[in-house]
């Protein structure tokens, strides 16, 4: 199981710090659940210092798929894995609005990732219109293919796959366990179909405004690996009750 805090473009570097700081402070390690923070690249190094060999782990929030080359303002995979990064977002639904980033975009960060011995945190997820018209599964499907055309993982902690349901983020609005597992559950049999006996074991993390009144509930759902923080992971409280809702699942 892995919580995962995606910060999004907030805290500068003395907040990030002072979060990170106060998120070391109150975490113990625990067999199973595995923690990550994912901070504005400014901060990678900085919160890296800070988490030190506590046992959480850092992320990015994304990467440029090239080597390397004249991309002003991008980041490539070897700079953030000399940062310490250990986990890359990749694909998430504020990159594909905001930015057009397509299936095939996913895809080559998610193999640049790879070839850097870092985790991609693979996000697919449905619009509220693409879910009223009956559409969720072929949008999650396409994306999930798309994302995963010609990659093969040896290991399933090499990979991991984040649920968003586009409608239940920032909304107030969130899908209930059943809906989630639902989607999961298709979530995993695509991993099964496309990587074989590994796509079993694949984290797959909610990603739909999980917090820590809803944790226990939507993380108890059998393909719910984990959670994918958004609001919840700036608040250091916050962020602990659902690592300990995650701990008393493991």
Known sequence: MLIAGNWKMNKTRPEAVALAEEIV????????????????????DAVGAVVGNSGIKVGAQN????????????????MLRSVGCRYVIVGHSERRQYFGESDADVNAKARRTIEYGMVPIVCVGEHLEQRESGKAEDVVRAQVLGALDGITVGDPTGLVIAYEPVWAIGTGVT???????????FIRQLLIGSLGDVGSGI?????????????SELLSQG?????????????AASFAAIIAAAVDLA
């Open 25 to 44: 402070s109150g975490y113990g390690p625990v067999a199973g659940v595995d923690v990550a923070i994912c901070p504005p690249a400014p901060c990678l």
């Open 63 to 78: 990467v440029h798929a090239a080597e390397a080359g004249a991309y002003t303002g991008e980041v490539s995979a070897g």
């Open 175 to 185: 899908a209930s366990p059943g809906q989630a597992q639902e989607m999961h559950a």
């Open 203 to 215: 984290d797959i993390l909610y990603g739909g405004s999980m917090k820590p009144n809803n944790a």
């Open 223 to 235: 393909d719910v690996n984990g959670g994918l923080i958004g609001g919840a992971s700036l608040d």
